[in-house]
T-cell receptor
Framework: GAGVSQSPSNKVTEKGKDVELRCDPISGHTALYWYRQSLGQGLEFLIYFQGNSAPDKSGLPSDRFSAERTGGSVSTLTIQRTQQEDSAVYLC???????????????FGEGSWLTVV | AQKITQTQPGMFVQEKEAVTLDCTYDTSDPSYGLFWYKQPSSGEMIFLIYQGSYDQQNATEGRYSLNFQKARKSANLVISASQLGDSAMYFCAMSLTGGGNKLTFGTGTQLKVEL
């Protein structure tokens, strides 16, 4: 597609349930990122993938969060046993390259709005 | 660790006027990139402009320009000829070249353009 596509756009789930959020990056982009934006908070880095390299998981807030990227394209962010504090907008982004000195532009999707009740 | 500071939680500007959104950063790494993103109420993060730490000239993209003052560690965004559609949240962000394109964001500035 022309841009980064995320689904679902909105998700309401009950506390304790698992959720999966999907991201389809821009075709040809080798780097994929997940960020979280909570109400009243800034954007927090969660995880990124680059090609076949091991992902950088340094931003994941707990072991209830995990992500995978299949075939170097689509990524799924999974949150297990959701808590109310997980309510946020989860933004996916992609870019052409990693470790670029030229600042390859990072393009974001419209986000998945997660509400845990 | 790197840090981005945006000290203006909210700004107002008259339509057709210019406005400057402040951003300061802190890093000991000599190689980095600075970004500005616009986030309208729809939630999408829209890339506006990029400045590399070794770039000699200030970046410009249409009505957007980045006033890069390396010694002061500031990267202010200037929007000329403001339009009603410019009303949005604006985020300054930084990435370190050695850290991939992982972005550290500021807390944002809410810009309101008035008639």
């Amino acid at each position: 597609g022309a841009g980064v596509s995320q689904s679902p756009s909105n998700k309401v789930t009950e506390k304790g349930k698992d959720v999966e959020l999907r991201c389809d990056p821009i075709s040809g982009h080798t780097a994929l990122y997940w960020y979280r934006q909570s109400l009243g908070q800034g954007l927090e880095f969660l995880i990124y993938f680059q090609g076949n390299s091991a992902p950088d998981k340094s931003g994941l807030p707990s072991d209830r969060f995990s992500a995978e990227r299949t075939g170097g394209s689509v990524s799924t962010l999974t949150i297990q046993r959701t808590q109310q504090e997980d309510s946020a907008v989860y933004l996916c982004a992609s870019s052409l390259a990693y470790r670029s000195a030229s600042g390859n532009t990072i393009y974001f999707g419209e986000g998945s709005w997660l509400t845990v009740v | 660790a790197q840090k981005i500071t945006q000290t203006q939680p909210g700004m107002f500007v008259q339509e057709k006027e210019a406005v400057t959104l402040d951003c300061t950063y802190d890093t000991s790494d000599p190689s980095y990139g600075l970004f500005w993103y616009k986030q309208p109420s729809s939630g999408e993060m829209i890339f506006l402009i990029y400045q590399g730490s070794y770039d000699q000239q200030n970046a410009t993209e249409g009505r957007y320009s980045l006033n890069f003052q390396k010694a002061r560690k500031s990267a202010n965004l200037v929007i000329s000829a403001s339009q009603l559609g410019d009303s949005a949240m604006y985020f300054c962000a930084m990435s370190l070249t050695g850290g991939g394109n992982k972005l550290t964001f500021g807390t944002g500035t809410q810009l309101k353009v008035e008639l």
